[in-house]
T-cell receptor, first 117, second 108 residues
Framework: KAGVTQTPRYLIKTRGQQVTLSCSPI?????VSWYQQTPGQGLQFLFE???????NKGNFPGRFSGRQFSNSRSEMNVSTLELGDSALYLC????????????????FGEGSRLTVL | EDQVTQSPEALRLQEGESSSLNCSYT??????LFWYRQDPGKGPEFLFT???AGEEKEKERLKATLTKKESFLHITAPKPEDSATYLC?????????FGTGTSLTVIP
């Protein structure tokens, strides 16, 4: 069973540019969530999509946006990049969302490491 | 405000030296507490889910426990392959809140 695939794995951008990251969830998973991981802050929730609808959003500025397609693949976009946006961006998928009573297991990809110069 | 605090930030153990990692949390309506393992350059990998105080889960050398305010990850007789960062997270029904992790190094 293929895992969560994130592309690109590494990228370097300059301040003011924008970036789009892609995430392909595990087949059959309908929920995709995005996290920003930095050494000082740990994993911070960006947003979650379920069946093409944004279900929840974390406390990030509007420069961070995302979407989900009908095949559950998701993209996130960061516009007007700042130095502080340098981080590992992780995507996680799960079969369901909301008040599930499952194991709560999120399946993470290996991340996209963004460096902003 | 929902939050998770993990301690210590880093832990070095000799192979076979048992210890515990701590996860303290405040959350409005705990729906679950989770432990993940993260290896360098990889995404986190699920270990356990705990739902209520008093619950315990075991997997090989790892045992997770939960109280109303904190969780412990006990590592018994660790091996070098247990070296990783261990992350704790809570779910409040809307989103997950992760701690910053404990970096564990097990020395042969």
């Amino acid at each position: 069973k293929a895992g969560v695939t994130q592309t690109p794995r590494y990228l370097i951008k300059t301040r003011g540019q924008q970036v789009t990251l892609s995430c392909s969830p595990i087949s059959g998973h309908r929920s995709v969530s995005w996290y920003q991981q930095t050494p000082g802050q740990g994993l911070q929730f960006l947003f979650e999509y379920f069946s093409e609808t944004q279900r929840n959003k974390g406390n990030f500025p509007g420069r961070f946006s995302g979407r989900q397609f009908s095949n559950s693949r998701s993209e996130m976009n960061v516009s007007t990049l700042e130095l502080g946006d340098s981080a590992l961006y992780l995507c996680a998928s799960s079969f369901t969302s909301g008040s599930w009573l499952g194991t709560g297991e999120l399946f993470f990809g290996e991340g996209s490491r963004l460096t902003v110069l | 405000e929902d939050q998770v605090t993990q301690s210590p930030e880093a832990l070095r153990l000799q192979e076979g030296e048992s210890s515990s990692l701590n996860c303290s949390y405040t959350v409005s309506g705990l729906r679950g507490l989770f432990w993940y393992r993260q290896d360098p350059g990889k995404g986190p990998e699920f270990l356990f889910t705990l739902y209520s105080a008093g619950e315990e889960k075991e997997k090989e050398r790892l045992k997770a426990t939960l109280t109303k305010k904190e969780s412990f990850l006990h590592i018994t007789a660790p091996k070098p392959e247990d070296s990783a960062t261990y992350l704790c997270a809570v779910y409040n029904g809307n989103q997950f809140y992760f701690g910053t992790g404990t970096s564990l190094t097990v020395i042969p």
